[in-house]
Every structure is written in C-alpha cells, then in structure tokens.
Antibody, heavy 121, light 107 residues
Framework: EVHLVESGGGLVQPGRSLRLSCAAS????????MHWVRQAPGKGLDWVSG????????GYADSVKGRFTISRDNAKNSLYLQMNSLKTEDTAFYYC??????????????WGQGTLVTVSS | DTTLTQSPAFMSATPGDKVNISCKAS??????MNWYQQKPGEATIFIIQ???SLVPGISPRFSGSGYGTDFTLTINNIDSEDAAYYFC?????????FGQGTKVEIK
C-alpha cells in the first residue's frame, strides 16, 4: 500500500525558511515523478512544483519560482521542498503527491495527508 | 497557463440522482485531465484518468467524458458515501492547474 507522509510544517515568520520532507513507501520510489501541491485553508488547490524520477525539474509555479527548491533522495525514498523567503500568502496545507509516470507527468495517483505551513509574525 | 473553470461550485443531490460536474479548459488539452475526490480528514482519491478511464477499484457509478476543452464527471445513482469535494486537474502543460472544485452534498 502506498504511503506518503509529510513532515516539517509549522509556524514561521515572514522572510524565514522551512524545509518540508515526504517519506514514501509501498512503491518503487525511483520509478516515479513526484510533486508538491498546496491548498490554503478554505481555498482551491495549487500545484507548487514537480520533479522527475531522475531529479529533472518539471517546473515551479510562478508564485514560488526563485524561492522554493524541490529535490529528492531516491536512496532514502524521500522528497523535499526547501522554502525560502516565506510570505504570508504561502500559508497552506502542503501535500506530497505521486505521479502516474516517471519521466514526465500524467497527473497524480496518490496523495499524502498534508502538513500545515503557517507564515505569520 | 491553462485555466480550468469548474461548475457548479456546490450542489445538493438526492440519493439515486445522476450528477454532472463540468470542467472547461481555456485551451485544448487533449484528454490530459484527471478527476479526484477529497473528503475531510482523508487522503485524496484518484477516480478518473485521461478524461474517460475509470481508475481500478473505483465504483463504476463514476464516469468521465470529454476531450479538448470540455469535460464532465458523472456520478450515477449517487449515494451518501459520495458526499465530498470533487476537482479536476489538467497535466497537458506546466504549470499543472486545478479546477476550483465542487462540493457535493447528499440530502
């Protein structure tokens, strides 16, 4: 059974940094692309970034470009999101999601439960 | 960017009803659309892939149709367990984008 468990969320001041992690299990991690998706409380979903099986960056949302960095460690079955220069508008639940494919994207088939990031002074 | 306009935002259905949820893309995305179901406190579930294919293990009461710019998620003989938030996703181009979502309530 596929499990995606996010960690690293919390309360952080504007301008500070935070690193999210996602521990994956139940599938061959290095066969699939992975993504981060976020959802502000009471709002819709926004794709943040994606990375292919071999760490080719699939892209970033314009709202996070230059501030967030996605990465993965296939030896540790883990996905990461380094978030710098955080803004109040980055406040959201952040979901780790697994792609249907490896080198490109066909959307997502499994989602984690999410971790809440709150950016506030 | 491809904008997905999903409607309605909210609907209330009676058990046994047939429900249609629409998702319109601002540009041609072929069949590069998936549909998902989200319930509070639970992991999001993948229900329709490539616009029309039912994900294995999902109830056949769910179906998807459409190609290009107009897509529909249909729930036949709706049941109380189908009360949830439904949303569409396009993966034809980056950035991947989502519809605004539809909250389905069962009377």
């Amino acid at each position: 059974e596929v499990h995606l468990v996010e960690s690293g969320g919390g309360l952080v001041q504007p301008g500070r940094s935070l690193r999210l992690s996602c521990a994956a299990s139940g599938f061959t991690f290095d066969d699939y692309a992975m993504h981060w998706v976020r959802q502000a409380p009471g709002k819709g979903l926004d794709w943040v970034s994606g990375i292919s099986w071999n760490s080719r960056i699939l892209g970033y949302a314009d709202s996070v470009k230059g501030r967030f960095t996605i990465s993965r460690d296939n030896a540790k079955n883990s996905l990461y999101l380094q978030m710098n220069s955080l803004k109040t508008e980055d406040t959201a639940f952040y979901y780790c999601v697994k792609d249907v494919r490896g080198a490109d994207t066909s959307g997502f088939d499994y989602w984690g439960q999410g971790t809440l990031v709150t950016v506030s002074s | 960017d491809t904008t997905l306009t999903q409607s309605p935002a909210f609907m209330s259905a009676t058990p046994g009803d047939k429900v249609n949820i629409s998702c319109k893309a601002s540009q041609d995305i072929d069949d590069d659309m998936n549909w998902y179901q989200q319930k509070p406190g639970e992991a999001t579930i993948f229900i329709i892939q490539e616009a029309t294919s039912l994900v294995p293990g999902i109830s056949p009461r769910f179906s998807g149709s459409g190609y290009g710019t107009d897509f529909t998620l249909t729930i036949n003989n709706i049941d109380s367990e189908d009360a949830a938030y439904y949303f569409c996703l396009q993966y034809d181009n980056v950035p991947l984008t989502f519809g605004q979502g539809t909250k389905v309530e069962i009377k």
